[in-house]
């Protein structure tokens, strides 16, 4: 096994730290057992995870990471259905943390290894491209739901879409093409420019709650601003250029970071939209 370097130890250090502050349900009281408790449960299912795509040959490369980002934004919206309070048990019982988790992973392997199967046989030629597909699918379900009335919500903020969604997807894309004009490789590379996105909607949807609408948040230290969004540059860095023969730990990191933003990020704008 490949000995792990000072940066792979100062990295992993610090997601070990933030994924179990993030891994954290939002309710008080919580305390460092129950820190150590999901911490553990995290790194049970990561491993389990990693043994399922080395078993059925699924490489964690770019391609699959950004696949994966519709089912990240559906865990997101699941969970806001279950945050309106409208859901009944005892189904309300699957929206509960950490069992939400594995109902939204549940949802997305076996997608995996449906579309992963039948992909072939529909002539489509990369099964990651039906498997994001369906996950858009998932999402929009989801906000069908929402809009539906089913479980008496309403779009009572709706203009946060566009501060939040159009202002961080426009800003991205100037840095992404600035990049790549000027041939900055960093964040003309399309991972991560999304996981930058995911981010950036994290902190504006964070400050728009926290300023606009009053709501308080436990991850943001400094100005109201998430922590994560100090480190997201030097991180990527460290990882695009100490982690060059490490594909397979650079690419987990990376999907790491994605759903340490976007999870939030999807999150916090659905909520400050329907008002709850």
Known sequence: ?????????????????????????????????????YLALILIVILLVLNLFQRINVKLD?????????????????????DTGAIEPPIRYLFITPIIYVVTLSIAMILLLLTKGIA?????HDWRVLFGG???????????????????????????????????TGLILLIFGVSRFFGFSLMANKLNAIILWAHI??????LIGVNLFGYYSRGSPFMGIPLWT????????????????????????????LYIGLTPAMRN???LVLGV
Not at 136 to 152: A, E, F, N, Q, T
Not at 201 to 206: D, Q
Request: hydrophobic share 55%; proline share 4%; net charge positive.
């Open 62 to 82: 770019d391609y699959f990471i950004i696949a994966l980002v519709p089912y990240i934004i559906f865990g997101s919206f699941f969970r806001v259905l279950g």
């Open 134 to 168: 369906m996950g858009i699918v998932l999402c929009i379900s989801v906000l069908v739901l929402l809009l539906s009335g089913m479980y008496r919500v309403e779009w009572v903020h709706p203009e946060v879409f566009l501060w939040s969604l159009g202002l961080g």
């Open 269 to 271: 704008i659905l909520r």
């Open 120 to 124: 072939p046989k529909l002539n489509i």
């Open 230 to 257: 100090y480190l997201i540059l030097p991180i990527l860095w460290i990882l695009d250029t100490k982690f060059k023969n490490s594909d397979t730990l650079r690419n987990f990191l990376k999907f790491t970071i």
């Open 201 to 206: 909607l994290n902190t504006i949807s964070t």
């Open 1 to 37: 096994m490949k000995k792990i370097n000072n940066y792979e130890k100062i990295l992993l250090l610090m997601l070990v730290v933030l994924v179990a502050i993030g891994a954290m349900p939002n309710v008080q009281p919580y305390n460092i057992i129950s820190q150590f408790i």
